[in-house]
T-cell receptor
Framework: DAGVTQSPTHLIKTRGQHVTLRCSPISGHKSVSWYQQVLGQGPQFIFQ???????GRGNFPDRFSARQFPNYSSELNVNALLLGDSALYLCASSIDRDTNYGYTFGSGTRLTVV | EDQVTQSPEALRLQEGESSSLNCSYTVSGLRGLFWYRQDPGKGPEFLFT???AGEEKEKERLKATLTKKESFLHITAPKPEDSATYLC?????????FGSGTKLNVKP
């Protein structure tokens, strides 16, 4: 059974550009969350989507947006990239909205902004 | 302000030397405390969820406990394969907060 898959695995972008990151949750998982992890720090919560609706949002600027599709896959979009957006972006899925059974994380997308 | 603080930042143990990792939190409306393990270059791996003070959970050499203000992850007789960064997170309604983690290195 496939785990949480994220694409691409690595990405290099220039300041000011736009980026789209993709995530496919574990089959049967209806909740997808996005996290940003800067080197040496814990993941920071960006969004949670459940049943295609936004259920939670962290303290990130409006340049960050996301959506969830009918098949429960998700995209994270970041506009007007800044150098400080360089990080590992993690997608996590769970079977329920309240993550009572914990998240399953993907291996992440490493974004470098130059 | 909701926050999670983990200590120590790094811990070196000899194989078989038991120890504990600490996770202190301040959050309004705790809806679960989570422990994860993260290996370099990988996403965090779920270990435990705790919901109420006094609750304990065990998995192999790991045991997690919870009080009203903090959680401990006890590691009994660790092995080199237990080396990883251990992350603590709390859920407050629909937001999640992670600590910066404790990097554990177990020497043979």
């Amino acid at each position: 059974d496939a785990g949480v898959t994220q694409s691409p695995t690595h990405l290099i972008k220039t300041r000011g550009q736009h980026v789209t990151l993709r995530c496919s949750p574990i089959s049967g998982h209806k909740s997808v969350s996005w996290y940003q992890q800067v080197l040496g720090q814990g993941p920071q919560f960006i969004f949670q989507y459940y049943e295609k609706e936004e259920r939670g949002r962290g303290n990130f600027p409006d340049r960050f947006s996301a959506r969830q599709f009918p098949n429960y896959s998700s995209e994270l979009n970041v506009n007007a990239l800044l150098l400080g957006d360089s990080a590992l972006y993690l997608c996590a899925s769970s079977i329920d909205r309240d993550t009572n059974y914990g998240y399953t994380f993907g291996s992440g997308t490493r974004l470098t902004v130059v | 302000e909701d926050q999670v603080t983990q200590s120590p930042e790094a811990l070196r143990l000899q194989e078989g030397e038991s120890s504990s990792l600490n996770c202190s939190y301040t959050v309004s409306g705790l809806r679960g405390l989570f422990w994860y393990r993260q290996d370099p270059g990988k996403g965090p791996e779920f270990l435990f969820t705790l919901y109420s003070a006094g609750e304990e959970k065990e998995k192999e050499r790991l045991k997690a406990t919870l009080t009203k203000k903090e959680s401990f992850l006890h590691i009994t007789a660790p092995k080199p394969e237990d080396s990883a960064t251990y992350l603590c997170a709390v859920r407050n309604f629909n937001k999640f907060y992670f600590g910066s983690g404790t990097k554990l290195n177990v020497k043979p």
